[in-house]
């Protein structure tokens, strides 16, 4: 039985060469054996991350049946495209957030996945990080009572907007499907429950005709109440805080810790409050977690659910700031937890 599964990537994305790479390199299970893009770092970045093989297209990368899976960091608008290629030649596939722009897209990607009997996730790498486990260890053990709120923030300044894909609706740009999305996977994530109806409102960006901010509000079917924002257009936070009966949870760096530290802050009705301070490598996590299922070649259900039952909460916000109004779920099962 194989003990490495051998990684192929497309694009010389940011994401790819700071984080991802870094993470195959720490991982135990991974190897990367080759990368492809048309752009010249392309021979920089091999060079830096001992890759062996470089492609200048992606369909001479997928050709390659020494490559195990593919890691898809693409605008987002090719995700839908790309996935359902990789799958086709028979690649399990990482692909970055979100990993399509509708439910339909999702689902038609998950069934060509299914069907060539590949292995996909979609790249949520935050909810590695041992502080979210540890924080549904305490709300399960009652210490904070009832839980009746959830907040949870992300944003960052977008400084440069020229060129950039955030900024480019036709890419699949704006703040929702940016940012957004870590917003509405933390809380289903955390609350280990689905949406029953949304409303968002969205502020957009007069040239590019993106969202560059949305807030919304999130009715569980558990009866528990969140709310989120997100932008690219303020200064750098990503947190969450979990209000109960008897106490808070507030976890600041709950999408970014720095350098793999985060801690979070337990507080109780009398104002006496803890620190538990928590280590993880979160994108390093995240590859091995994911290449351990393809090394045992058993495909995890909820993965491939939780993909689409994000999805509909986020086309649901679209929905919601068009129509200016709440937009009700379907009833659905309960999403991935980890």
Do not use: M, W
């Given at each position: 039985m194989a003990t490495k599964v051998r990684w192929g990537i497309l694009s010389t994305a940011h994401v790819a060469q700071d984080e991802l790479l870094?993470?195959?390199?720490?991982?135990?299970?991974?190897?990367?054996?080759?990368?492809?893009?048309?752009?010249?770092?392309?021979?920089?970045?091999?060079?830096?991350?001992?890759?062996?093989?470089?492609?200048?297209?992606?369909?001479?990368?997928?050709d390659d049946s020494d490559i195990d899976a593919v890691y898809i960091p693409l605008p987002n608008a090719l995700h839908s495209t790309w996935v359902k290629k990789a799958a086709?030649?028979?690649?399990?596939?990482?692909?970055?957030?979100?990993?399509?722009?509708?439910?339909i897209e999702a689902k038609e990607m998950i069934e060509v996945c299914k069907k060539n009997s590949v292995m996909f996730m979609e790249g949520y790498m935050y909810q590695f990080h041992p502080q979210h486990k540890r924080v549904k260890e305490i709300i399960a053990s009652g210490e904070i009572g009832e839980v009746k709120i959830m907040r949870a923030s992300l944003s960052f300044f977008l400084e440069d907007q020229i060129g950039n894909i955030r900024m480019n609706q036709k890419l699949g740009g704006g703040s929702?499907?940016?940012?957004?999305?870590?917003?509405?996977?933390?809380?289903?994530?955390?609350?280990?429950?689905?949406?029953?109806?949304?409303?968002?409102?969205?502020?957009?960006?007069?040239?590019n005709q993106v969202d560059i901010s949305v807030t919304g509000i999130i009715e569980l079917e558990n009866g528990i109440i969140a709310e989120f924002d997100a932008a690219m257009d303020r200064t750098r936070v990503g947190q969450y805080e979990i209000i109960?009966?008897?106490?808070?949870?507030?976890?600041?760096?709950?999408?970014?810790?720095?350098?793999?530290?985060?801690?979070?802050?337990?507080?109780?009705?009398?104002?006496?409050?803890?620190?538990?301070?928590l280590y993880g490598q979160q994108y390093t996590l995240e590859v091995e977690y994911f290449s351990q299922i393809i090394l045992e070649g058993k495909m995890q259900e909820e993965l491939l659910e939780d993909t689409i039952q994000n999805m509909s909460v986020i086309e649901a916000c679209f929905k919601s700031i068009e129509k200016e109004t709440f937009v009700n779920l379907c009833p659905s099962n309960q999403g991935a937890a980890f």
């Open positions: 870094p993470a195959f390199t720490d991982a135990s299970n991974t190897e990367v054996v080759a990368i492809a893009s048309s752009n010249n770092k392309v021979y920089e970045i091999a060079s830096k991350f001992k890759i062996p093989k470089i492609y200048g297209t992606y369909e001479e990368l997928l086709e030649k028979g690649k399990h596939v990482l692909c970055e957030k979100p990993a399509a722009l509708t439910v929702i499907y940016d940012v957004g999305c870590y917003c509405i996977h933390s809380i289903r994530n955390i609350l280990n429950t689905e949406p029953k109806r949304v409303f968002a409102s969205a502020q957009n960006d007069i040239s109960g009966t008897k106490g808070t949870i507030q976890a600041p760096r709950a999408f970014i810790p720095q350098n793999g530290h985060a801690h979070i802050v337990i507080v109780d009705e009398a104002g006496n409050y803890r620190v538990e301070n």
